[in-house]
């Protein structure tokens, strides 16, 4: 007991405050639903319960029951595919030297005409930095990385991009030797190849889907709290929080004001600073077992992963051929919003054919304007 507040001893950090109903629904909800929530699974949502000094002793079950009874969270889950590529991992040594960026879009038109956002992912800590756009030139993009990555973090060693205009361009390649910025492309072949950014894309667009419930048009306004909601979860790869990787400290969250802690309850100012410069004296050491623990993580997500890819191979097409396409989601009217996943189908026209071979983006024209 500490005064009159029933606390359990934590292998995980400092005592845990331990709570009962009402009290732990209200931080079922602050945690998954809340400001500060990202609609994760059970397991993810403990971790994070525990992580800011909570325990009762069925939380892990509650928390996989709600996130299980959630109707968001059922009606976006992710229909499993067969990956088409082989997992190559990439690696950052140090925090913020490595950048992933990819656009997204088009998204519902938000106010000022946004309908399209930026994503960039620091390899190392797995910080996720966006940006709404209403237009996708070259200069928006320097403009964000100027902004949001060198004047935030410094200058970064390398950035990772497709073959969009937007980063292969004449001004954005100036702006890369400008300060030394190495540019790594995905290839045509698979712009997927951008893994990192995909992944990120696919965290933002499911946590906004989950969120906005039909307001599609607030993207823009409920974007802070997604990213809030990311950045103080921890992530399976590192088994921390980026928030605490980038600052060796953790962030304090609406149910710590819903529900005190410990934490809150008997930390006092001199306590909490003395703390934080211990906690910055150990923080070169604490993202060395993060490296240690991402290249462990991605060894046995390797294995597992390559044992479901199904490698693609080039095929013969006979002329006319009926055929059946994905849509992409450039081809889908926004990216919020749930469409079918093929549309078909179609006759490869004769005339697409050339002298020597044919072109995969001109059939892929003539079949966007059969669908359109």
Known sequence: MKGDTLVRRSYYGPHLTCIKYPQTLAVLYKIHDGECGNHA????????????GYFWPTMRKDFAEYARRCDRCQQY??????PAEEYHPQNSPWPYMQWAIDLVGPMPTAPANKEMMIVATDYFTKWIEVEALSSTKE?????????????????????????????????ITAFFAKYGIKQHL?????RQGN??????????LDCLKKRLEGAEGKWVD??????WAYRTTKRRSTRETPFSLAYRTEAIIPPHITVPSMSIEVGSLDQNCRQMRINLDLLEEEREKAIVQVATYQQQLTSYYNKKAKIRQSAMIRIPSPVSIAISMQMKK????????????????QDSLNCHNMRFHGIMHKLTSLIH
Do not use: H
């Open 77 to 82: 889950k992710p229909i499993p595919v067969l």
């Open 41 to 52: 699974g059970g397991r993810s949502l403990a971790q994070k319960a525990l992580s800011i």
């Open 195 to 204: 893994g990192q950014a995909e992944a990120s894309n696919k965290i933002v």
């Open 334 to 349: 926004t990216r919020l919003k749930p469409n079918a996943k093929i549309n078909g189908s179609f006759q490869i026209p």
């Open 186 to 190: 995905s290839t045509p072949r698979y």
């Open 222 to 227: 409920e974007m802070p709290g997604v990213l």
């Open 139 to 171: 200069v928006d993009v320097e403009r964000f990385i100027w902004k949001n990555i060198i004047c935030r973090f410094g200058c970064l060693q390398s950035i990772v991009t497709d073959n969009g205009t937007q980063f292969v361009g004449r001004q």
